[in-house]
């Protein structure tokens, strides 16, 4: 499967996100280093890889969403 890879900006226009919030906030908190980006031939830019970031990209919101049990072992999200 190849890659689709994105410079801060290219990223930062798809997913609506200023480039200095996904330079410093989400890149170290969210984003993983060879996961969601790397640093080609060990220099200082980054690359974004596109799949790794749409396939995950809603996934930190979801753990952090309050859930209630139910009685009947379903889940309430709230």
Known sequence: MEATYLTTDQLADRIHYDARTIRSQLKDSVLLEGVHYIRPFGGRKLLFIWEAIARDIGNASA????????????VLHG
């Not at 753990?63 to 379903?74: K, L, Q, T, V």
């Open 63 to 74: 753990e952090r969403a309050p859930s209630i049990p139910m009685a009947n072992g379903s």
